[in-house]
Protein backbone atom coordinates (compact mmCIF):
# COMPACT_ATOMS: atom_id res chain seq x y z
CA UNK A 1 0.00 0.00 0.00
CA UNK A 2 1.49 3.44 -1.23
CA UNK A 3 2.23 6.57 1.81
CA UNK A 4 -0.19 8.01 -0.28
CA UNK A 5 -3.66 5.29 0.46
CA UNK A 6 -2.31 4.85 3.42
CA UNK A 7 -2.89 8.75 4.18
CA UNK A 8 -6.41 8.64 2.50
CA UNK A 9 -7.55 5.29 4.95
CA UNK A 10 -6.20 7.11 7.95
CA UNK A 11 -8.10 9.94 7.14
CA UNK A 12 -11.57 8.07 6.35
CA UNK A 13 -12.13 6.88 9.87
CA UNK A 14 -11.74 10.16 11.68
CA UNK A 15 -14.56 11.43 8.98
CA UNK A 16 -16.95 8.60 9.33
CA UNK A 17 -16.96 9.22 12.98
CA UNK A 18 -17.33 12.66 12.68
CA UNK A 19 -20.46 12.20 10.26
CA UNK A 20 -21.99 9.55 12.35
CA UNK A 21 -22.29 12.75 15.01
CA UNK A 22 -24.51 14.64 12.56
CA UNK A 23 -27.92 14.78 12.84
CA UNK A 24 -29.76 12.22 10.69
CA UNK A 25 -30.61 14.62 7.37
CA UNK A 26 -27.13 16.53 7.83
CA UNK A 27 -25.32 12.68 7.90
CA UNK A 28 -27.37 11.27 4.78
CA UNK A 29 -25.86 14.36 2.81
CA UNK A 30 -21.96 13.63 3.71
CA UNK A 31 -22.26 10.01 3.23
CA UNK A 32 -23.80 10.72 -0.13
CA UNK A 33 -21.03 13.54 -0.65
CA UNK A 34 -18.32 10.71 0.60
CA UNK A 35 -19.53 8.52 -1.50
CA UNK A 36 -18.93 10.60 -4.88
CA UNK A 37 -15.49 12.01 -3.89
CA UNK A 38 -14.55 7.88 -3.37
CA UNK A 39 -16.67 7.05 -6.67
CA UNK A 40 -14.69 9.68 -8.41
CA UNK A 41 -11.48 8.61 -6.81
CA UNK A 42 -11.58 4.78 -7.99
CA UNK A 43 -12.97 5.48 -11.43
CA UNK A 44 -9.83 7.84 -11.57
CA UNK A 45 -7.18 5.29 -11.02
CA UNK A 46 -8.49 3.06 -13.91
CA UNK A 47 -7.03 5.06 -16.28
CA UNK A 48 -4.31 5.46 -17.94
CA UNK A 49 -2.01 8.38 -17.53
CA UNK A 50 -1.67 10.09 -20.82
CA UNK A 51 2.14 10.21 -22.16
CA UNK A 52 3.22 13.40 -23.41
CA UNK A 53 4.47 13.12 -27.40
CA UNK A 54 7.80 14.01 -27.87
Known sequence: ??????????????????IEDQPLEARAEAYAQLHEELRAQLEGGDRMPSRAAG
Open 1 to 18: MSDDTQSSDDALVPRLKL
